[in-house]
């Protein structure tokens, strides 16, 4: 099944404890990219890759890095967490013009 | 620049009655425009998309959206409501620039469907 997988689903974490999303796509699909969903604001594009090895900025990427090492692979990470981090992640693969979202991570930050 | 304003942050119908969720957007390039579903704890599904061909576009769940120009508009309808059509839905305005792929999602509209 073509699917986009995230882990883990929930977390609840504290302040400062470095953390790493993954998302993972059997799709052979390029283009990933991650956002955040909070309410009344829609989705926010944080991080993109265009291909393997090829990171960009999106609207909000303060205080998350990415990397995409293998094509299927894009993980989130949070070097130092913080409470406005608080929020519902998802992880999408892009194909033309159809993305292809992940089942959400919603993450809450003490 | 490219902004897409989702005129209703809730809509409330009756099972059997048609729906509309309004969407205007502003874009500087030819744009592209979605509309995507997100029921309760789930990810997002694209239920139709508008991609410069034709201006009535048809998706999935009876749910269809047309392109005008004119208005700058690309609002979601569908003749009759179901239950399971209860969910947000989001609509969302795209232009490729540089090879990178740039979307703006309008904030939401929440569909309630009464029995």
């Known amino acids: 099944e073509a699917q986009v997988t995230q882990n883990p689903r929930y977390l609840i974490t504290v302040t400062g404890k470095k953390l790493t999303v993954t998302c993972s796509q059997n799709m052979n699909h390029e283009y990933m990219s991650w956002y955040r969903q909070d309410p009344g604001l829609g989705l926010r594009q944080i991080y993109y890759s265009m291909n393997v090895e090829v990171t960009d900025k999106g609207d909000v990427p303060e205080g998350y890095k990415v990397s995409r090492k293998e094509k299927r692979n894009f993980p989130l990470i949070l070097e130092s967490p913080s409470p406005n981090q608080t929020s519902l992640y998802f992880c999408?693969?892009?194909?033309?013009?159809?993305?292809?979202f992940g089942p959400g991570t919603r993450l809450t930050v003490l | 620049a490219q902004s897409v304003t989702q005129l209703d942050s809730h809509v409330s119908v009756s099972e059997g009655t048609p729906v509309l969720l309004r969407c205007n957007y502003s874009?500087?390039?030819?744009?592209?425009l979605f509309w995507y579903v997100q029921h309760p704890n789930k990810g997002l599904q694209l239920l139709l998309k508008?991609?410069?061909?034709?201006?009535l576009v048809k998706g999935i769940n009876g749910f269809e959206a047309e392109f005008k120009k004119s208005e700058t508009s690309f609002h979601l309808t569908k003749p009759s409501a179901h239950m399971s059509d209860a969910a947000e839905y989001f609509c969302?305005?795209?232009?490729?620039?540089?090879?990178?792929?740039?979307?703006?999602f309008g904030r939401g509209t929440s569909l309630i469907v009464h029995p």
């Open positions: 874009s500087s390039y030819s744009p592209s």
């Open positions: 969302v305005v795209s232009r490729v620039s540089g090879g990178s792929y740039i979307p703006t």
């Open positions: 508008y991609t410069s061909a034709a201006t």
């Open positions: 999408a693969s892009r194909l033309k013009y159809e993305q292809f």
